[in-house]
């Protein structure tokens, strides 16, 4: 299996600009999660999926921040408009939720955004 | 809400020393509890978990104890090599959920 896939892993861009982050899960995985990385708030997680619906999106910073998971093997972030402090590194995850207590949470490499 | 608290880093420690990685947590009734680590420019790893109270988890050498009494699971490893060098997270998800709750982080250097 490749793994969760995220593209693209690096993206430049400038303030005011939209920026789009997608993200396939593992196949047969029906959870999805992201996530936001920064030095000074550590890892947060920002909304997750269960079968392609948005279960929780209260770590959502604000309404510049939307995501959506139109099938089970995509999702996208966007960013619209785009500020400096939205630079992070923006993981995503997936995981398959079935009758046990705990399914692990395997994650992609994460993309690099930087906002100028 | 439910939080979770790593020993600040870095941690710097020559190679085959003993690791201790301090993590507590606060949260409702039974959560599992897990260190997820994060090799360079990669995402992050499940290391090991526990689901339960007492229950010890290992992998790798790394093992972590779930100390209901202590409210914590500390991360240890007796002989730690160059190749352990890495971000290390303290991570919970409350009883049933499907949330991750991850401490700061944790940056470990081995020297050789």
């Known amino acids: 299996d490749a793994g969760v896939i995220q593209s693209p892993r690096h993206e430049v861009t400038e303030m005011g600009q939209e920026v789009t982050l997608r993200c396939k899960p593992i196949?047969?995985?029906?959870?999805l999660f992201w996530y936001r990385q920064t030095m000074m708030r550590g890892l947060e997680l920002l909304i997750y999926f269960n079968n392609n619906v948005p279960i929780d999106d209260s770590g959502m910073p604000e309404d510049r921040f939307s995501a959506k998971m139109p099938n089970a093997s995509f999702s996208t972030l966007k960013i619209q408009p785009s500020e400096p402090r939205d630079s992070a590194v923006y993981f995503c995850?997936?995981?398959?939720?079935?009758?046990?207590?705990?399914?692990?949470?395997?994650f992609g490499p994460g993309t690099r955004l930087t906002v100028l | 809400g439910d939080s979770v608290t790593q020993m600040e880093g870095p941690v710097t420690l020559s190679e085959e020393a003993f690791l201790t990685i301090n993590c507590t947590y606060t949260a409702t009734g039974y959560p599992s509890l897990f260190w997820y680590v994060q090799y360079p420019g990669e995402g992050l790893q499940l290391l090991l978990k526990a689901t339960k109270a007492d229950d010890k988890g290992s992998n790798k050498g790394f093992e972590a104890t779930y100390r209901k009494e202590t409210t914590s699971f500390h991360l240890e490893k007796g002989s730690v090599q160059v190749s352990d060098s890495a971000v290390y997270f303290c991570?919970?998800?409350?009883?049933?959920?499907?949330?991750?709750?991850f401490g700061q982080g944790t940056r470990l250097t081995i020297n050789p």
């Open positions: 991570a919970l998800s409350a009883q049933g959920a499907q949330k991750l709750v």
């Open positions: 995850a997936s995981s398959y939720r079935g009758g046990a207590t705990y399914n692990e949470q395997f």
């Open positions: 196949s047969g995985h029906n959870s």
